[in-house]
């Protein structure tokens, strides 16, 4: 069964890091671009980066440029997103997504949406 799994949410402090995988179950995902959105409280689901099907590309929203790395691992079908220097605001659900472009992840033209884990970052 194809589907992303998300893991590794939690509540930190501000200046904290925090690591975030997403198991992306099933051969179609190999070819696909996948990418990580958030939602907070009352607000609209945002994108915050995305990683081409074989890596060589990465995109990053202005908020977390800088402190903030995607990577993905082919051989385990695993996309990580590590998240330093953490601030409050980064608060929210984190979802990974996937499509066959990371043009269409960036343009919210999500195929397949995991269930997202809570990342909590208290000041």
């Known amino acids: 069964q194809e589907q992303l799994v998300e893991s590794g949410g939690g509540l930190v402090q501000a200046g904290d890091s925090l690591r975030l995988s997403c198991d992306a179950s099933?051969?179609?995902?190999?070819?696909?671009?996948i990418g990580w959105f958030r939602q907070a409280p009352g607000k609209d689901r945002e994108f915050v980066a995305v990683?081409?099907?074989?890596?060589?590309?990465?995109y990053y929203a202005d908020s977390v440029k800088g402190r903030f790395a995607i990577s993905r691992d082919s051989a385990q079908n695993t996309v990580y997103l590590q998240m330093n220097s953490l601030k409050p605001e980064d608060t929210a659900m984190y979802y990974c997504?996937?499509?066959?472009?990371?043009?269409?992840?960036?343009?919210?033209?999500?195929?397949?949406w995991g269930r997202g884990t809570l990342v909590t970052v208290s000041s």
């Open positions: 997504a996937a499509s066959s472009s990371d043009y269409l992840v960036r343009a919210h033209a999500v195929e397949e």
């Open positions: 099933g051969s179609t995902f190999s070819k696909y671009a």
């Open positions: 990683i081409s099907w074989n890596g060589a590309n990465a």
